[in-house]
Structures are given as structure tokens and as C-alpha cells.
């Protein structure tokens, strides 16, 4: 069923201190490892619409596991000081992804995005540190209101540097 996506973003200055102050309030990373984003697109046609179509894998630090994901994601708005869009997730783990589906269907890799994670959860909301190959950490916190609040408060990252969009800031990457 189609659910309902609220999210802000930071750049973290100093992922060692986030990692820290997340342990000293009790969180340990969910997964940590290799996450590989392949945004999939047909003559630019999500693109207009600010859609997105993409597989990731997940590839657990130090082992062969892997967990596969098809998504949709609907258009981006803001709803609460929150970036807000619809999405369709599914998980495909135990295969391969996608990619000759998607390719008949004439969707092709639009952009690659490889980069280090770490995620965190606290009851109902998930906290993702990224390490992206070629600009700043991220953060990106997932959730009802009231837990990305309380999720936004013990990274220690002041609230003010938790935006919905990201792209007045001009990263390269980031989604």
C-alpha cells in the first residue's frame, strides 16, 4: 500500500560525534554498509513529473548479504515543515535487481549513487548517515513529526540546519 514519507535532511560536519551521541542515547546502527541507488527513467518522463523509480541494494559490511528494494516515489512537496511524497516500496531480497524488467519496459539507469551507510532507529523513525564518494555527509531522518523531532534533537545537529529540501544548498547527489 502506497504510505506516506515525511523527512529532513542535514549536512553533518562531524559524523564521528553524531555516531557517538546517537550511541550514548542508545541507538546502534541497524545496518551499516554499501548502499547501491539506481534512479531509473524513460526519456526524462519521471523526471518531469518529479517521480521517482529506482532499485537499491543493501550490502551489509562484511558479508555476502544483500537485501534488494523497487521503489516509486511521488512527487516532493513540503507538509509541516517536512518534505513530504507518497511512496510504493518492495522488497525483492533473495534476488537479483530488477534492471531487465525495468529495461523492457524502456526505463533506464538514469543516475548511479553508490555511497556508505549507516542507519538507526528509534521506535517509528530511522536516522540514515550517508558517506557520499565526492561531498559532505548526510543525514536524513524518517518519520511521524513527533519522532523525527525527538530523533533531530539527540543528533545534536542544531534544528535550524534541518531542511525538507536540500537543493538550495547545491549538493550534487542527494535524495
Known sequence: SMA???EL???VADPDALQRRLREAGLRPEFSGLLQDRRYDRDGELLARDEVLRTRVYQADGTAARRVQLAWKGSTGVSQGYKHRQELEYDLSGSEPPRALLEALGYRVAQAIDRHIETYRAADTTLRIEWYPRMDVLAEVEGPPQGIERVVALTGIPRGE??????????????
Not at 534541518?162 to 535524495?175: M, V
Open 4 to 6: 506516506d514519507e515525511l
Open 9 to 11: 535532511k542535514a549536512v
Open 162 to 175: 534541518w531542511l525538507p529540501d536540500l537543493t538550495a544548498l547545491k549538493l550534487p547527489f542527494f535524495a
